[in-house]
């Protein structure tokens, strides 16, 4: 299939402010995309010790006001925990 004609891709793109300029021949041999902000604080949570504390006291049952979704992540309500330091 064309590039420009995968409407999802071209809309990314845009996203990105990435386009495709016709003429040359070009290929894209790799593409690297980072990980949303939301799964970089899911995964640096564990890391945090004060996070990790409050994640086992609600898996106690010692706190109320932080909950464990499905996904593993610690939350107050729909907010996500954010850990100290750099994310």
Do not use: N, W
Not at 20 to 37: D, H, I, K, T, Y
Not at 38 to 43: A, F, G, V
């Amino acid at each position: 299939m064309i590039l420009t004609e995968q409407k999802s891709l071209i809309e990314e793109m845009r996203r990105l402010t990435l386009e495709v300029v016709p003429g040359e021949v070009a290929r894209c041999m790799a593409l690297q995309l980072q990980s949303s902000l939301i799964d970089r604080i899911k995964e640096a949570q564990p890391k945090d010790k004060q996070l990790q504390k409050f994640k086992d006291q609600v898996g106690a049952g010692l706190r109320i006001d932080l909950i464990i979704p499905r996904d593993g992540s610690l939350r107050y309500g729909v907010i996500l925990c954010v850990p100290k330091g750099d994310v």
